[in-house]
């Protein structure tokens, strides 16, 4: 379930570092090819240290807030698409981040990366 979303993402853009923590998703051999084929550094937190991860922590428990929690998904494919909508157009395009400024990632990412 996270290789495509993977696949997609570096259809858009493609990092220099994987960060993840060590749920078995991360860490299949499937998953680790697709990053080192794309030439990405890869990155596991330690287990049982959720802290190593805050950035991904914080968009789990956003996502499940402010758009999981408040719907009730008729079947898979709605759950996914509404929640790619969410991450896509919501979380990186609408909503500021402290940790960057309070700017979107989007706007980050034009004004620090471009």
Do not use: C
């Not at 330690?46 to 402010?66: D, F, M, V």
């Not at 940790?99 to 990632?105: I, K, N, V």
């Amino acid at each position: 379930m996270t290789l495509k979303p993977l696949e997609e993402a570096l259809l858009e853009n493609v990092a220099e570092i994987h960060h993840s923590d060590q749920g078995v998703q991360y860490l299949s051999n499937a998953y680790i090819s697709v990053l080192k084929a794309h030439g990405i550094q890869i990155s596991i937190a330690r287990s049982g240290r959720p802290w190593e991860n805050g950035y991904a922590e914080r968009l789990i428990r956003t996502l499940k807030e402010e758009e999981v929690y408040l719907n009730d998904y008729q079947d898979i494919h709605e759950a996914r698409t509404r929640i790619g909508h969410f991450i896509r157009q919501v979380y990186h395009q609408k909503r500021p981040h402290s940790a960057l400024g309070y700017l979107t990632p989007v706007e980050f990412e034009r004004q620090n990366l471009s």
